[in-house]
């Protein structure tokens, strides 16, 4: 069974740093792909980082790209999502996810992991000015 669990949300400061972590099981990471996906308040999915398995490139939505790192250890079965520099704009419930399909790609496409399957519980970020 494959689960996602997502940790280390808070509350931050305009201008600091947090690092969320997925433990994954279930399955072989591996072999997927695996992204972050945050929704704010009132709004949709948004997809944030993806991690490819094929060849370790990582994708980000324009909005963090130089503030987000993603990343993954494999002796750990974690991924982990390092936050710079965070906004207001930043608040949102934070989520790891994968996909038995459309994880496998060789690629990642931001806006298509909003659409992968298997999501954890979440983790909040809350981002104050």
């Known amino acids: 069974q494959v689960q996602l669990v997502e940790s280390g949300g808070g509350v931050v400061q305009s201008g600091g740093s947090l690092r969320l972590s997925c433990a994954v099981s279930?399955?072989?990471?591996?072999?997927?792909?695996i992204g972050w996906i945050r929704q704010a308040p009132g709004k949709g999915r948004e997809g944030v980082a993806c991690?490819?398995?094929?060849?370790?490139?990582?994708s980000y939505v324009d909005s963090v790209k130089g503030r987000f790192t993603i990343s993954r250890d494999k002796a750990k079965n974690l991924v982990y999502l390092q936050m710079n520099d965070l906004k207001p704009e930043d608040t949102a419930i934070y989520y790891c996810?994968?996909?038995?399909?459309?994880?496998?790609?060789?690629?990642?496409?931001?806006?298509?992991?909003?659409?992968?399957?298997?999501y954890g519980q979440g983790t909040q970020v809350t981002v104050s000015s």
């Open positions: 279930g399955f072989n990471m591996a072999e997927f792909n």
């Open positions: 991690s490819a398995y094929y060849d370790g490139k990582t």
């Open positions: 996810a994968t996909d038995p399909i459309l994880a496998v790609a060789t690629h990642c496409v931001i806006p298509q992991i909003v659409d992968f399957d298997h």
